[in-house]
């Protein structure tokens, strides 16, 4: 038996998690059929524009799957990364994410964002992807994202970055050559090694 447009619309709401009205663009369903599952209740408003299902637990990463969900071209950075990554007792109060310089400020509503613009391979390198409540997120790896500490540590405090290099050796999430490599790439490797060097 077929499944019915209700029933299609909460099978890709479990499928990707946070649901919004463009996603049943592609499977050829009118958008104005999300607003009938939220007034019957069979479908959450997470924020603006942003839906789930009501028994879908939260876990501490949903802003990070709201914002990303709602601008797919950036990368979660800095406080943020290196709060997924166990690499802070910080606890971002928004969701810190970069977006490639030149491109248009993206509309966030009313999520709790930080952007940073950044360029070239400074914002291409050490990107990794990973799925956060069923929502495809990219986000900088360890190692990049300790170096990016370096560069931003007018943004985040120098202490900041100190305590992510420290713990980022301490708890092998990337090796002293790695987080060299990319502080060439953001070209703090001169600010960077003093502290490198006292903890090999």
């Not at 509503?109 to 495809?136: M, Q, Y």
């Not at 120098?158 to 708890?171: G, Q, S, T």
């Not at 999430?173 to 003093?194: M, S």
């Amino acid at each position: 038996m077929p499944l019915s447009t209700s029933e299609k619309i909460l099978h890709l709401a479990k499928e990707k998690g946070i649901l919004r009205p463009r996603d049943l663009d592609a499977v050829g369903i009118d958008r104005r059929w999300v607003t009938r599952l939220y007034e019957r209740g069979q479908l959450v408003r997470a924020s603006r524009g942003l839906y789930t299902l009501p028994d879908s637990e939260p876990t501490a990463n949903r802003s990070i799957a709201e914002v990303s969900k709602r601008i797919p071209s950036g990368v979660v950075c800095l406080l943020s990364a290196l709060q997924y990554h166990g690499l802070t007792t910080q606890i971002p109060h928004r969701v810190w994410i970069a977006v490639e310089s030149k491109t248009r400020k993206p509309k966030v509503g009313d999520l709790p964002v930080k952007i940073l613009w950044f360029s070239g391979d400074s914002f291409t390198s050490g990107i990794d992807t990973i799925e956060v409540e069923g929502v495809t997120t990219h986000i900088y790896n360890p190692a990049k994202t300790v170096a990016d500490c370096f560069k931003f540590r007018n943004k985040i405090g120098m202490d900041v970055a100190v305590e992510a290099l420290k713990d980022c050796l301490k708890e092998r999430k990337a090796t002293a050559d790695q987080i060299w490599k990319y502080a060439r790439i953001c070209r703090v490797a001169k600010i960077i090694q003093p502290y490198l060097e006292s903890l090999l």
